[in-house]
């Protein structure tokens, strides 16, 4: 919940996500997932395994993704925070996500904002990554689809497109 005084047991907790300094009171056992979701409305983030096997819930925190089922929000006070909402500017998709849409990387589309993070994060650091390596920064995204080849591609094709700009 967004407030300016934490109930008794609730911490409250200043993160800035995807450019906006929030402040929200957090349960001290909820995840950063469940707090993005469930209270910033940020429905972008899913939750598949809840347990650090699939993927899916992955955000940029600090400049590294991170499965947000796994981090307690209150360990996120004070963090920089980017989450698959946050890609898009102006109106217009970043590199990676029309990359995604013209290599129909999204299936069914349940892991496309976890890919999408870990993806931004690679390109973050390495503006042109190959096939091997979008591969290993991609094998703890997991793809039920396995559409893993069209996704791979994608994410070399935005590096190809787009240089250091994600
Ligand atoms: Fe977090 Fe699967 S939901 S790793």
Same mark, same amino acid.
């Given at each position: 919940m967004m407030l300016d005084q934490a109930p008794l047991g609730v911490s409250t907790i200043r993160l800035t996500? @995807?450019?906006?300094?929030?402040?929200v009171a957090a349960d001290p056992?909820?995840?950063?997932? *469940?707090t993005l979701r469930d209270d910033l409305g940020l429905i972008g983030t899913k939750i598949g395994c809840d347990r650090s096997e699939c993927g899916a819930c992955t955000v940029i925190m *600090?400049?590294?993704?991170?499965?947000?089922?796994? /981090?307690?929000?209150?360990?996120?006070? %004070? $963090? /920089?925070?980017t989450t698959v909402e %946050?890609?898009?500017? !102006? %109106?217009?998709?970043?590199?990676? +996500?029309?990359?995604?849409? +013209? @290599? @129909? %990387?999204? /299936?069914? !589309?349940f892991c496309t904002p976890g890919q999408l993070m870990? $993806?931004?994060?690679?390109?973050? @650091?390495? $503006?042109?990554?190959n096939a091997d390596e979008v591969k290993q920064a991609l094998v703890g995204n997991l793809c039920r689809c396995s559409n893993y080849n069209a996704i791979v591609e994608a994410v070399v094709m935005a590096g190809e497109r787009s240089g250091s700009a994600v």
């Open positions: 996500v @995807n450019g906006e300094t929030i402040t056992f909820a995840s950063l997932a *469940n *600090n400049g590294k993704p991170v499965y947000s089922c796994s /981090q307690l929000a209150v360990w996120a006070d %004070g $963090a /920089q925070v %946050g890609l898009a500017s !102006g %109106g217009q998709l970043a590199p990676v +996500q029309q990359a995604f849409v +013209q @290599n @129909n %990387g999204p /299936q069914c !589309g870990t $993806a931004t994060a690679l390109l973050s @650091n390495n $503006a042109t990554p």
